[in-house]
């Protein structure tokens, strides 16, 4: 069964500019959530997706957003780039339950913004 | 306040030595604990999940403990590895909807 697959694996941006993430999710796993890990903020939850609709919201600005498609691949745009979106962005894909459901991460795409 | 804390925040530890990392939580109501493992510039891999009931769990040479009532957490890694140099995440899971929480992590660095 392949994993969680994210794309591309890195990225460089200028600031001003907005990006496209995409993730593709184990086959069957209809949630999928994404993080923004720094290193001096560690892992944070953006948002999680479900059959298609946003479930859950992090903390982040309305410059961070996302979407989900009926095959369960989500893409998430970050618009009007600033420096500290530098950052590696994971996803995490899970089955059908909501509770004790394993979680499993990509790879993750780097994105540096100069 | 960070509801899942690790500790110690680095170690550095010989190879083929034990080691234990510790993590402390206030989530609530809790459903699971888990613990990742991360190598730098990569994903997180699971290690362990642990609910309720459960209060041991090995993967190997890493064994997870869980102590619900004082709401604590050990990853004790045996005979370490090369390999083993990462970075462990603590997670806790709170209520019914699976919202996880994330510990800062421990950075692990096995030496020869």
């Known amino acids: 069964k392949a994993g969680v697959t994210q794309t591309p694996r890195y990225l460089i941006k200028t600031r001003g500019q907005q990006v496209t993430l995409s993730c593709s999710p184990i086959s069957g796993h209809r949630s999928v959530s994404w993080y923004q890990q720094t290193p001096g903020q560690g892992l944070q939850f953006l948002f999680e997706?479900?059959?298609?609709?946003?479930?859950n919201k992090g903390n982040f600005p309305g410059r961070f957003s996302g979407r989900q498609f009926s095959n369960s691949r989500s893409e998430m745009n970050v618009s009007t780039l600033e420096l500290g979106d530098s950052a590696l962005y994971l996803c995490?894909?899970?089955?059908?339950?909501?509770?004790?459901?394993?979680?499993?991460f990509g790879q993750g795409t780097r994105l540096t913004v100069v | 306040k960070n509801q899942v804390e690790q500790s110690p925040q680095s170690l550095i530890i010989l190879e083929g030595k034990n080691c234990t990392l510790q993590c402390n939580y206030t989530v609530s109501p809790f459903s699971n604990l888990r613990w990742y493992k991360q190598d730098t510039g990569r994903g997180p891999v699971s290690l362990t999940i642990?609910?309720?009931?459960?209060n041991t769990k090995s993967n190997g040479r890493y064994t997870a403990t869980l102590d619900a009532d004082t709401k604590q957490s050990s990853l004790h890694i045996t005979a370490s590895q090369l390999s083993d140099s990462a970075s462990y995440i603590c997670v806790v899971s709170a209520g019914n909807n699976n919202d996880m929480r994330f510990g800062a992590g421990t950075r692990l660095t096995v030496k020869p």
């Open positions: 997706y479900f059959s298609e609709t946003q479930r």
């Open positions: 995490a894909s899970s089955g059908r339950g909501r509770t004790n459901t394993e979680a499993f």
């Open positions: 642990m609910t309720f009931s459960e």
